[in-house]
């Protein structure tokens, strides 16, 4: 079963903020997966080196609950920048 997929979110600079394991199937799959992953921040979903779709943020009135996506997701791998700013709450 294919599972290489990858969601990475989008920083404000348009730098990648974090990774996650995107766990699929096919690309379907993988795709309704990433676009529960949105809030607040694009994500750009990516197979090995094949991109498969960007999304982008929804509005505050459109987000979902991040937790709804638990079942897709894999390992996330959030980079330096992106934890300090969770720590800190600054963006």
Known sequence: ???????YVIGDDGHIASRIEV???SDEV?????KQLVDG???????????????TPK??????NPQSANHCAGRGHTSPR???SARTGAK
């Open 23 to 25: 766990h699929c199937g």
């Open 1 to 7: 079963m294919p599972w290489g997929y990858y969601a």
């Open 41 to 55: 921040h694009a994500i750009e979903l990516w197979q090995e080196t094949r991109r498969v779709a960007t999304f």
């Open 30 to 34: 993988a795709i309704r997966c990433a």
């Open 82 to 84: 992106a934890q300090a």
């Open 59 to 64: 509005s505050d009135n459109e987000r979902s």
